[in-house]
C-alpha cells in the first residue's frame, strides 16, 4: 500500500503562484510513477504531469509551459509549481503513483491516490 497526502492548495490571485506537495509511503518511491491531476465538479479527472522514476517527465499540453513536475527521492515527494495561475485553474488537485515505473496519462492506470487539495485562482 502507498499512502499520499497532499499539500499546498489555497486561494490565490489569477497570475499568481504556488507549490503543491506529495508526501508518499513506501521504501521504493524512488521507483514510483508520480502524476498529478485535477477535478472540478461534474467533469471527468484531467491529467496534469508525470514523472518517472529516472525523472523523466511528461506534461499535458494544457500546462505544460505554466506547470513543472519535480522529486524529492530523499524526502519521498512530489512538487507541482504552478505559475501564471488562471481562474480556471480551480480545481481540486490530486496526485497519484504508480509502482512501476510507467508512462501513463489515464487516471485507471494510477492505483494509489491522494484525498486532493483545493487551489481556487480568483480573478
Known amino acids: 500500500q502507498v499512502q499520499l497526502v497532499e499539500s499546498g492548495g489555497a486561494l490565490v490571485q489569477a497570475g499568481g503562484s504556488l507549490r503543491l506537495s506529495c508526501a508518499a509511503s513506501?521504501?521504493?518511491?524512488?521507483?514510483?510513477?508520480m502524476a498529478w491531476f485535477r477535478q472540478t465538479p461534474g467533469k471527468e479527472r484531467e491529467f496534469l504531469a508525470h514523472?518517472?522514476?529516472?525523472?523523466?517527465?511528461y506534461y499535458a499540453d494544457s500546462v505544460k509551459s505554466r506547470f513543472t513536475v519535480s522529486r524529492d527521492n530523499a524526502k519521498n515527494t512530489v512538487y507541482l509549481q504552478m505559475n501564471s495561475l488562471k481562474p480556471e485553474d480551480t480545481a481540486v488537485y490530486y496526485c497519484?503513483?504508480?509502482?512501476?515505473?510507467?508512462?501513463?496519462?489515464?487516471?485507471?492506470?494510477?492505483?494509489?491516490w491522494g484525498q486532493g487539495t483545493q487551489v481556487t485562482v480568483s480573478s
Open positions: 497519484a503513483a504508480a509502482t512501476s515505473n510507467l508512462f501513463a496519462a489515464e487516471p485507471g492506470r494510477f492505483p494509489y
Open positions: 514523472i518517472r522514476g529516472g525523472g523523466t517527465t
Open positions: 513506501g521504501r521504493t518511491f524512488s521507483l514510483y510513477t
